[in-house]
Structures are given as C-alpha cells and as structure tokens.
C-alpha cells in the first residue's frame, strides 16, 4: 500500500525549521542586552568619577590659594586749608608813633631800637636822665593801634647790645665789671647773668670782644631805616 503521507512531512520540515529562524532573530538577545546595560552603567560611572575629581581638584586649588582680605576704602578726609597768620602792625604807623615819642622826650643819648619780645615789631628803647646815677632806659612797644610802656633798666655806666645772640647790658664802673642777658617775661624785665662781675677787667674785656653795642640816635627821621 502506497504511503501518501511521507512526501508531505518531508516539505514540512525545512518550513518548520524556517519558522523557529526567525522567531528567533525577532526575539530579545539575552547576550547583547546585557552588554548594552554594562556601557551603560559604565558610562554612567565614569561621568560621576569624573564629577567627583573635578569638585575635589576644584577644593583643593581653593585651599591652596592665599586667602585675600577685602580691601577697604581709605575714607576720604578733606585737608583744611590752614588759617592765615596775624598780620602784624603797619610799620608805618610803627614809625609814626615812635616819633612821637621820641620827639617829646628830652634825652641826652638819644634811642635805639631792638625786638625784645619776638614778635618782629621791635621796640623803642629811649635813655633818659640827667647823669649816670639816674639813666634810665624807657622801653615801648606798639601793638593794636597804640604805644604802650614795656617797662625800665637801669642804665648807669652801662651800654647796651647783643652778647652771643642775646639782648645784653654791659656794665662797668669803678674797677668792676659783670654783663648780664636781659629777656622781657610775664610783664617785666628779667636780668640773668652772662659774665659774673669781676675786677680784672682786661680778661672781661677779652670776653667780651663779640660785644656788640647798640647805637644810640637823636634824630626821629632815623627810623625810616631802622624800622622797615
């Protein structure tokens, strides 16, 4: 008996085989799946690692840099101009008012001039009197607008000057001889010894060679050039 069946199993079989081929190219490869999901997850480490060094590298460069204050602005501090000296006294009315004085005033040596109390206005030193026991040397200065009396020396034997850069009285009578510096302080006149008095008058003589007097004038159209 002639078996129909056997030729159609063998056209089935390579069919079959076709058909389990391809339900395997279309299925999910459990290999390959794998190592997608391995990139993966290595790509997503190695961009932390990398997140990580770089906020680390970035730590470190801050702490090894010096830290720097803020500078703060100097305040601004407006200079003042400074105010403006006293002006002193006119000369010219220096001059004027002396001259008056001096020419009501009789005196046999005459005046000289000298700035005793520093204030570059010198004062009038006028020599009154009738002899050696009673010379006198009236002292007046100028200021606000008017003379005023300083005060008195006794001028007895005695002429004046400057001694080593010091208004000085250079006295010498009857064998005996002293210089004394002369200041104007608190009001009054203060006499401080320069050389003590002595007898041997050619060594005071010596000492005193740097002595220089203060001319005496009569005439009050003089101070035209000892005040200017």
């Excluded at 850069?165 to 002293?178: E, N, T």
């Excluded at 320069?194 to 005071?204: A, N, V, W």
Aim: net charge negative; aromatic share 10%.
């Amino acid at each position: 008996m002639t078996n129909i069946f056997t030729p159609m199993k063998k056209s089935l079989l390579p069919a079959a085989l076709l058909a389990i081929m391809a339900l395997a190219a279309c299925g999910p490869n459990p290999r390959t799946s794998d190592a997608a999901q391995t990139v993966s997850i290595a790509d997503s480490v190695a961009c932390d690692s990398a997140s990580i060094v770089d906020t680390t590298l970035t730590d470190t460069v801050a702490e090894k840099l010096p830290q720097v204050a803020p500078v703060q602005a100097e305040p601004v501090v407006e200079e003042l101009p400074e105010p403006p000296a006293p002006k002193g006294p006119d000369l010219q009315d220096v001059r004027k008012a002396y001259a008056r004085i001096i020419d009501r005033t009789i005196t046999e040596y005459g005046y000289f001039v000298h700035d005793i109390d520093g204030d570059d206005v010198p004062e009038l030193f006028v020599h009154t009197g009738e002899c050696e026991a009673d010379y006198t040397l009236i002292c007046y200065t100028y200021a606000d607008g008017s003379t005023r009396k300083l005060g008195e020396l006794g001028a007895g034997h005695s002429m004046f000057g400057i001694f080593r850069g010091k208004f000085s009285q250079y006295w010498m009578h009857s064998g005996y001889a002293f210089l004394a510096y002369i200041v104007y302080r608190n009001g009054d006149f203060e006499a401080s010894v320069g050389i003590p008095e002595t007898e041997d008058l050619e060594q005071f003589e010596r000492q005193t060679a740097s002595f220089r007097e203060l001319a005496y004038h009569e005439d009050s159209d003089d101070l035209k050039y000892l005040i200017k």
